[in-house]
């Protein structure tokens, strides 16, 4: 199957390969040797020098990590939500007890940070933002450099869910000033479904010490604590570990460069051709389109369900609108392991379809 859905990504075969290792002790010296290698290469391509913690969990126990660790009940917070997973994160931080300011967008809209800066200015008592990086539902990225201006102007902890945009497309944690930053191992990382990995900038830390939102196996400081000495609090995926270990070895090898343009000409590549085959994006503005998910509104009478079945059927399987877009859009995913190859046959299957 070529595997078209913006999570879980195909995997090359020699990460696959690392899969097959014997396990070991994870409290004993091979899992000691290989977690700060993998830590330290994290933080190259993370472009920070803030801790980053692996977790062993899907990309929403990462924001669930994210939000217990530096928020406490009845904080009152600002959550820009362009989409279906900005929604999630603030519902998190809600079932929590946060008491969650809104800025909510029209969907396939991003965020302007004008926007967020006003939306502070009206609730300057906000002690934290969390925000969307790359929309997955939507296929929209957030001009995240010039929001984050706007809220580390005002002295507020940045949140970031760059769960589909991290390892893929430009996320300066360092540069830009992101506190805390979330990401997934089954979208740009080529790894499967199963790790989640965290980076927490020194203001996050003092928040996290102040922080008393109920946390226990998702406990960050204990996670930090733990990596001291090679080791994870509890047992870890560990051959989900030995995949990501390889797939930062092969990323730092191709560069980060490389894989952004890689990422970027692809994307570009997709837009293209659906366009020429008579669709259009669902975004509502082309420089905000994601370089990791296209999302492509159904042409009239269209069935989607149908269409995706029929593609399915000739071996290309893309994803269906989440939420309130199921049945109105379809998102082809090209982030982490997209060889040319795979892209044209995706794009041929779907004109083949739609004849
Ligand atoms: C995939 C994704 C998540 C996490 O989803 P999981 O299914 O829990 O891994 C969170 N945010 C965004 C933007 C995503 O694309």
Redesign the pocket.
Known sequence: MNLRT??PTPIPDNIMETMMNPMVDHRGPEFAGMLPTITDNLKTLFLTDNDVLILTA????G?EAAVVNVLSPGEKILVVSIGS?GNRFGKIAEIYGAEVIWLKKDWGLPALASEVGIMIDKNPDISAVLV?H???STGVTNPLEEIAKEVKSRDKLLVV?A??SLGSLPCKVDDWGLDVVVT?S??GWMVP?GLTMVSMSDTAWDANSKATMPRAYFDLAVAREYATRGQTPWTPALSLFNALNKSLELMLEEGLEGIHSRHKRVADKVRNEVKAAGFSLFPKEEIYCSNTVTAVKALENMDIAQFREKTRSEGVVFAGGQGELSGSIFRIGHLGYIPDSEIEEALNVLRNVLK
């Open positions: 913006p999570g899907s990309g929403s126990g924001l997973f969307t790359n929309e997955t869910d769960v589909s997934g089954q979208k479904p």
